[in-house]
């Protein structure tokens, strides 16, 4: 979530949702009775002096009171619907009916009428993470390499070189290397931090160049090992066996997949310090048995508005369970999703008979 604004003295925040996460993060912070504020378009009909009717869609900023609010899985978007209170322009459209469809990359102002604290502290930490600097991650092998930013939503691509030894003579091939590993380094130049990855005889090599043309970058290595490959299965790798592990706070897809490896783990060794799906976690939680939670994304975008996972959520709150939600597209949130979409670790034993029945 990109945070443009926080007014405490107004009472409102503006933010830029950058995830589908941030859309459900929306939705539990928002009440009925706030008001929304957003750049919308409206159809306007203008009667003439002949009686025809002229009508023309516009574009201006309308502040909408809050009446009802919905999630729509299918297509991933927040919907607010109320009452119009205010204008950019004067079009006699106060007093009525407005429904604004919020998705990724839309900014929206929000005046909470009930609850400023909470959507302040929503937006304060959201804040304080983007201020972060990413770090930058390299992969290299003898068939190409790849530069990856370190961004909370994952590891995000910005270069990718093949170099193939194929029936190249030795010359071409160390032409098309030193072009790659070039191209590489001015795309790391302001990078903060650097984690290398590959064979150690292509990562010497990598180093050895960076050393050579920008002496300063080496200073900033933090660490180096091994991944098979510098494509999205590299990647899926390196999550797998923690080699980005330093890297947890600041990138969710991290956190995710150790969570999700912990959790599985757990699961084979002590299966009566879990608990699994929605009965089983609200009997848990009943016991205040429940030490973490994990919950897939996509179950919450299809079970939200339930009143058993309302319920499931308020009481995790009110006991201040720590929750983590496992993003959607991730190989974390597969696996999850095979479980239920919800699981729970245990402070202590609880034998599952126990917990279905008080499911």
């Avoid at 409206?42 to 919905?70: A, F, M, N, T």
């Avoid at 909370?152 to 990718?160: D, E, H, I």
């Avoid at 080699?243 to 706070?249: C, T």
């Avoid at 757990?266 to 799906?277: N, Q, W």
Wanted: charged content about 30%.
């Amino acid at each position: 979530m990109r945070v443009v604004k926080i007014s405490p003295l107004k009472r409102v925040v503006t933010v830029v949702p950058e995830s589908t996460l941030d859309l459900l993060n929306l939705y539990r912070v928002v009440e009925t009775g706030d008001m929304v504020y957003a750049v919308t378009s409206r159809e306007v009909k203008k009667q003439r002096g002949d009686g025809s009717v002229d009508s023309e869609r516009v574009r201006l900023e309308i502040g909408v009171e809050i009446l009802r609010k919905e999630l729509e899985p299918f297509t991933r978007r927040l919907n607010l619907h109320g009452v119009i209170r205010y204008e950019g322009r004067e079009l006699g459209l106060v007093g009525k009916h407005h429904s604004i469809h919020l998705e990724v990359g839309d900014e929206i102002t929000l005046e909470s009428r009930k609850n400023y604290p909470q959507l302040e502290s929503m937006a304060s930490y959201y804040r304080d993470v983007s201020t972060q600097k990413p770090a930058t991650v390299v992969m290299v092998d003898d068939e190409g390499l790849s530069v990856y930013v370190a961004m909370q939503t994952g590891l995000k691509l910005v270069y990718r070189k093949d170099v193939s030894a194929g029936k190249e003579e030795p010359e071409d091939r160390s032409k098309a290397v030193a072009k790659a590993y070039g191209e590489a380094v001015e795309k790391i130049a302001d990078a903060d931090s650097l984690y290398i990855f590959g064979p150690s005889v292509m990562v010497d090599e990598f180093i050895k160049y960076v050393k050579r043309e920008r002496k300063e970058l080496a200073a900033r290595i933090k660490k180096t090992g091994y991944v098979s490959s510098t494509d999205s299965a590299g990647v899926s790798e390196l999550l797998r066996n923690k080699s980005l592990h330093e890297l947890r706070e600041a990138v969710k897809t991290i956190a995710d997949m150790e969570e999700v490896e912990e959790f599985m783990a757990l699961l084979v060794k002590e299966p009566s310090r879990t608990a699994l799906g929605l009965k089983e976690t609200i009997a848990a939680l009943s016991m205040k048995a429940v030490e973490k939670m994990l919950i897939a994304e996509d179950f919450l975008w299809n079970s939200i508005a339930d009143k058993n996972v309302e319920q499931l959520l308020d009481m995790a709150e009110s006991s201040k369970t720590l929750v983590r939600v496992i993003s959607s597209g991730s190989e974390a949130c597969e696996k999850l999703m095979s479980l239920g979409g919800l699981a729970c670790v245990l402070r202590f034993a609880v034998e599952p008979s126990l917990l279905r029945e008080a499911g």
